[in-house]
């Protein structure tokens, strides 16, 4: 271990009440003081919610929205959308989980980088603060361009860390500053008026009032500072502000007192309100740089402003399969036909081809012909009797498709690699994507079947079967057993996901089967019903109305559904929307069955498990990997889609108990829920969501709701902890990651036991990687064992790809499993820190005084962008405002750099012109220009090129400036 993993330890084994050393991560604990989440949160609205306005003006439509603090994830999706009315069924899901993955990020920076001066601006750190942000931002805008989304905003929520917690850690608004610190941003300006190593900050408080602990001479002169902070040493240098707190040692010594103004009780509390404010300012600055690196729609992508899912198909290629093959084909195109344009067009398409002995290569794209193409190219070929590479496949699926996808598997054979399969279940639980199986020709225990091509079957019994069973269930998807003859039939249930703002309502598996009756609430918002139902042909079912209609599993059509039957499937169509309240379905059979019920709603939930850091009053961070059975497991709940919802119960179910657990609800804001579940056994459990809406209020009771979350939680009593000290990896360069595996009981470990755990460490980019095969325990080791799994990430890796590596361990009869998720992003060091520059050459001066004769005349304007001779070159040249049309030629500087010459003409109606020139890197210059009268005399434009410290500066840098502090603020 280093001395930092030492210190890391150290650390996490205190108490640690309230915030050590920046705004509280996810929730307060004295009811007023602004999280980093809600910090995120309301920049990520607020600049969506411009974005969204700036289209609108430019597609001619009206937006009625008020962009202000009142903002919420549902009125920025719904005034985004060009086609939703109020009463249209619109999925935030999606939104909600993109900024909930910035939020969960944003946190963890208190976590992984706990003691780092540079991520949190202490020490007066600015350089260094700002070189990662630099880098991060960078590492963002590669993400973008590789359509990496996911990646993208792993990266950003960390970058919001550290650019919000220089507002807290500094002293900038004492300084009297309302707006942010652009150069925070700007990496090619320079950082001023820092105060010098040695020049003194601070005085001491007057008692516990630190009001005017700064020096007077330090804010008469403007200089910058930030606190001191160290847990262990009270070192600092004479005369030098600390952070302050309980924590910070520096703070006890001369100067003592702090300037923090993380929460209303800090040094600085007074201000916290004020840091908070231009900290949400700062953030929306920063995406506005993004924004325009990576333009308007990869913004909203990157946002997760979409309500559409993926269409995502992983497929056997064998010989036996060109009957599936053609079927996917079919039923594809025919989303993709019937949604093209509209906005329930899948947001992106994945297919990833699998057989003997290969799998792969993953296609990801948003070009829908991209993907008819490559499913048109797929052939079935070659295989045999030989089982296939089905959760290789699977694994790549699950690895590229956002979180909560619909994944579809389809084949005819058992999974050669079913090694795979806790990796995979490891997968299905983070992602919390859900997987059904589409298996055609299973073998009835009595017959072999031979397809219509003559290909002999390959022979997958129940027990092969199994695997993919377990899989779907873990989930929350289903397993489809068909005949290829009657293929066409099962697909609808791929139809029916692709549906926009599709929810679980209720869903069981019972193995071995047992009659139950189960009952389950409809409430108004939900549309197009229907309730699937696998099992033996001998199952029949009653289903029970909330009026006591009944209809009986025999006749296809009744009062209450239209039922399908095909394979082991019967898909129950509910006749009505409006038939509100608990319904019933009693289920006969003796075989294993599953129950599901679906709708559209925009009354969804998404739910994340987090951990409280050590000690009563700590604070939460996103957990991955398994809860410790007969441990407290902590989830956060967020209802989205309504914000008149009540929840009532929040309880986690294992049907195969059946045991219940009800948790503790805390309201935290904003539709977000802590719940809090005491003493969760060993189990496979869902999330069953219980609530009340009042906003149908058109009755004068609240409707009851209930939603049900997909993805199993498996509790394990083995505790894998990774101490992880940085989430970025250059190429060419190797980490190393230091974990213990122990053994716990009731959530403690235990610090008797002994044992040997088998160890798999892995990763979805198939990076170099070593791990311990096993780790033992010994006895005298307290409880613990450990080892250390290194990951090389190639030199030839992409700036902006991300990396998640697993680790896992199971104990010797391979009965439990547990595994620690870690995502790491590739980020190379930024070279080119130096945006465009532009000249302007002319503006043409030819436009009517009066602007009603605006439409008689054209205007022109001239401009040269360069990148520089050092610069990696301009990629785009876009016009962010007004409406002419754009030229450009690329000419050699004198310096033998490349310039583009850019000429805009427009209408003398569109006065106005920005352009923004995004190199290829992602630095961002901007242009402004104006048209003018005919009548005035005014010289043409030279611009004048000043020399500050080897940096070229023009007079459009300058302008440049204002430009964003005006975008900002208006
Ligand atoms: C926009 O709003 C104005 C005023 O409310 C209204 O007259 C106009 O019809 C609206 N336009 C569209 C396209 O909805
Ligand atoms: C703290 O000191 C300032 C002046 O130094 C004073 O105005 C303020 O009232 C004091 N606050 C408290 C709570 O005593
Ligand atoms: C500041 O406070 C410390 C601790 O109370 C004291 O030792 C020191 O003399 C004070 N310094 C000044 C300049 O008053």
């Not at 009811?31 to 949160?41: C, E």
């Not at 729609?297 to 599936?324: E, Y």
Request: with cysteine.
């Amino acid at each position: 271990m280093t001395a930092r993993q030492t210190v890391m330890l150290l650390v996490v084994v205190l108490c640690l009440p309230g915030p050590l050393h920046s705004f509280y991560p996810l929730f307060t604990f004295d009811g007023k003081s602004i999280t980093h989440r809600q910090l995120t949160q309301m920049a990520c609205l607020k600049k969506t919610a411009e974005v969204c306005r700036d289209i609108a003006a430019s597609d001619g439509r009206n937006f009625t929205l008020t962009i202000d603090d009142s903002l919420t994830a549902d009125k920025v999706q719904r005034a985004c959308s060009s086609t939703a009315t109020s009463t249209s069924v619109l999925s935030t899901a999606m939104f909600r989980i993109s900024i909930a993955t910035m939020y969960f990020s944003n946190a963890i920076v208190d976590v992984v980088y706990v003691l780092s001066e540079d991520h949190h601006f202490d020490d007066e750190r600015f350089e260094g603060g700002r070189d990662i942000i630099t880098a991060g931002v960078s590492a963002v805008k590669q993400s973008v361009k590789l359509e990496n989304f996911v990646a993208g905003r792993w990266t950003l929520g960390r970058v919001f860390h550290t650019l919000q917690d220089f507002y807290s850690h500094s002293n900038w608004v004492e300084l009297g500053n309302n707006a942010p610190y652009s150069a925070l941003i700007t990496p090619d300006q320079p950082l001023e008026n820092l105060a010098g190593p040695s020049t003194p900050t601070c005085r001491n408080c007057t008692g516990d009032n630190c009001t005017d602990n700064l020096l007077p001479d330090l804010l008469q002169q403007g200089l910058l500072t930030s606190g001191y902070f160290n847990i262990f040493s009270s070192a600092k240098p004479d005369g030098k502000c600390s952070h302050g707190g309980t924590f910070d040692q520096t703070s006890k010594r001369d100067p003592v007192g702090g300037i923090n103004k993380d929460s209303i009780g800090s040094s600085h509390g007074s201000l916290h309100q004020k840091a908070a404010d231009v900290a949400v300012n700062a953030t929306m600055e920063l995406l506005e740089d993004i924004r325009r690196a990576v333009g308007d729609k990869n913004f909203l992508r990157l946002m997760g402003l979409s309500q559409s899912t993926v269409l995502c198909f992983v497929i056997d290629t064998t010989g036996s399969m060109s009957d599936d093959i053609a079927e996917a084909k079919r039923v594809s195109f025919e989303i993709i036909d019937s949604k093209r344009g509209t906005e329930q067009e899948p947001s992106a398409y994945i297919l990833v081809p699998f057989n003997d002995p290969g799998f792969g290569p993953l296609l990801v794209t948003t070009d829908a012909d991209v993907f008819k193409d490559n499913i048109n190219r797929l052939s079935a070929s070659g295989g045999g009797d030989v089982p296939e590479l089905c959760l290789s496949g699977l694994q790549l699926a699950l690895t590229a498709a956002p979180s909560s996808s619909e994944i579809f598997v389809f084949t005819d054979a058992p999974a050669k690699d079913a090694y795979l399969k806790s990796t995979i279940t490891a997968l299905i639980e983070s992602s919390k994507s859900v997987v059904t199986f589409i298996l055609t020709d299973v073998l009835a225990s009595r017959r072999r079947r031979r397809s219509s091509q003559g290909w002999a079957s390959r022979a997958m019994s129940q027990a092969d079967a199994q695997l993919y069973r377990d899989l779907a269930r873990a989930s929350g998807g289903q397993t489809i057993e068909v005949t290829k003859s009657d293929l066409s039939a099962a697909t609808s249930v791929i139809e029916d996901s692709s549906a926009s703002a599709v929810v679980t309502v209720f869903q069981v598996v019972k193995s071995p089967g047992v009659p139950v009756q189960f009952n389950f609430t409809v409430d108004g918002s939900l549309r197009n019903i229907t309730a699937y139902v696998t099992g033996s042909s001998s199952l029949t079912f009653v289903l029970t109305s909330p009026t006591g209609e009944t209809q009986t599993s025999s006749p296809s059509s009744g009062n209450l559904a239209t039922v399908t039957t095909v394979g082991n499937l019967r898909r129950l169509s509910l006749n009505t929307d409006n038939i509100t309240g608990e319904w019933q379905i009693r289920i006969e059979s003796s075989d294993p069955y599953s129950v599901k019920v679906t709708g559209q709603s925009s009354v969804s939930i998404i739910y994340n498990l987090v951990e409280a850091h050590e000690g009563a009053h700590g604070d939460f961070s996103l957990k991955e990997g398994r809860p410790l059975s007969g441990g407290n497991v902590s989830i956060l709940v967020t209802v989205t889609g309504s914000d008149t919802v009540n929840v009532t119960e929040v309880s986690l179910f294992d049907s195969s108990g059946p045991i219940t657990v009800i948790g503790s609800i805390q309201s935290e804001g904003s539709g977000n829920y802590l719940v809090t579940f005491t003493g969760v056994p060993v189990g496979n459990f869902v999330l069953i969501l219980k609530g009340e809406d009042s906003s149908s209020s058109s009755r004068s009771t609240p409707s009851s709701f209930q939603r049900q979350a997909s993805t199993q939680i498996k509790t394990s009593s083995i505790s894998v902890t990774p101490q992880v000290n940085n989430t970025s990896i250059e190429p060419g360069s190797t980490v190393s990651i230091f974990f213990e595996v122990a053994t716990t009981v009731n959530g403690v470990v235990n610090g008797s036991a002994t044992g040997t755990f088998t160890v798999q460490a892995s990763n979805d980019r198939s990076y170099a990687s070593t791990s311990p095969s096993t780790v033992t325990i010994e006895a005298g080791n307290g409880g613990k064992a450990n080892g250390t799994v290194t990951l090389t990430v190639p030199s030839s890796a992409a700036s902006g790809t991300d990396v998640t590596l697993t680790i896992e361990a199971q104990n010797a009869d391979a009965s439990d499993t547990n595994y620690a998720v870690l995502r790491f992003s590739v980020t190379a060091k930024v070279t080119d820190v130096t945006r465009p520059v532009c000249q302007v050459v002319s503006t043409s001066e030819n436009c009517p005084s009066s602007s009603s004769l605006c439409s008689s005349a054209q205007w022109e304007f001239i401009a040269n962008f360069t990148d520089g001779i050092n610069g990696t070159g301009i990629e785009s040249i876009t016009v962010r405002q007004g409406n002419g049309t754009l030229n450009t030629s690329t000419v050699s500087g004198a310096g033998g750099e490349n310039i583009t010459v850019v000429t805009y003409s427009a209408s003398c109606c569109s006065p106005n012109v920005e352009l923004t020139a995004v190199d290829v890197v992602g630095n961002v210059g901007t242009c402004v220009g104006q048209a003018r009268e005919s009548t005035t005399v005014a010289p043409v434009t030279t611009a004048t090129t000043t020399s500050t410290g080897g940096r070229a500066l023009t007079t459009s840098y300058f302008v440049w400036i204002s430009v964003v502090v005006s975008v900002i603020w208006k």
